[in-house]
């Protein structure tokens, strides 16, 4: 088992606000790979931290804040371009995501192929209106893995 104190500087996550948190919760375990790890509370609003399933040996989460005073106003920070990045492992994945972004309204951009290192990708939008990038063969995962492997 991986220690669980921090031993040095580590990039742990990525924060947005939400003016629905809920809904918000629901996109991401639904639309993306992510699952909620904890969720928190106090009088000025509530929070959520999403992760890939499993991940320990170097947790980074996404964190989505509803203030109390924000609630019900979309909080677009990520748009045209900026965006999250999700990687998944086959074609047809992007395509899933995009019949059902299709489907919920929510497509931001089309499948298409892109010249390395991009690949094959489509966005989808959150309910607060931020981009989340669907990519296949945009290897990432594979050149730090790869450049950091040993």
């Known amino acids: 088992m991986p220690e669980k104190r921090l031993t040095r500087a580590r990039w742990t996550h990525v924060a947005?606000?939400?003016?629905d948190l809920d809904g918000a919760i629901e996109f991401y375990t639904t639309m993306t790979p992510l699952v909620v790890v904890s969720r928190h509370e106090d009088d000025q609003g509530r929070n959520v931290w999403l992760s890939n399933e499993g991940q320990v040996e170097t947790p980074f989460v996404l964190v989505l804040v509803e203030f109390a005073a924000d609630r019900g106003r979309r909080q677009p920070q990520l748009f045209p371009f900026a965006?999250?990045?999700?990687?998944?492992?086959?074609?047809e994945d992007?395509?899933?995501?995009a019949t059902e972004a299709r489907r919920r309204g929510c497509l931001h951009w089309e499948p298409m192929d892109l010249p390395p290192p991009v690949g094959y990708v489509c966005a989808l939008h959150d309910p607060d209106g931020n981009v989340v990038e669907i990519s296949h063969n945009q290897r990432v995962f594979?050149?730090?893995?790869t450049l950091w492997g040993g």
């Open 94 to 97: 992007v395509d899933r995501a």
């Open 83 to 91: 965006h999250l990045g999700m990687e998944v492992p086959e074609r």
């Open 16 to 19: 947005l606000p939400s003016g």
């Open 142 to 145: 594979e050149e730090v893995r």
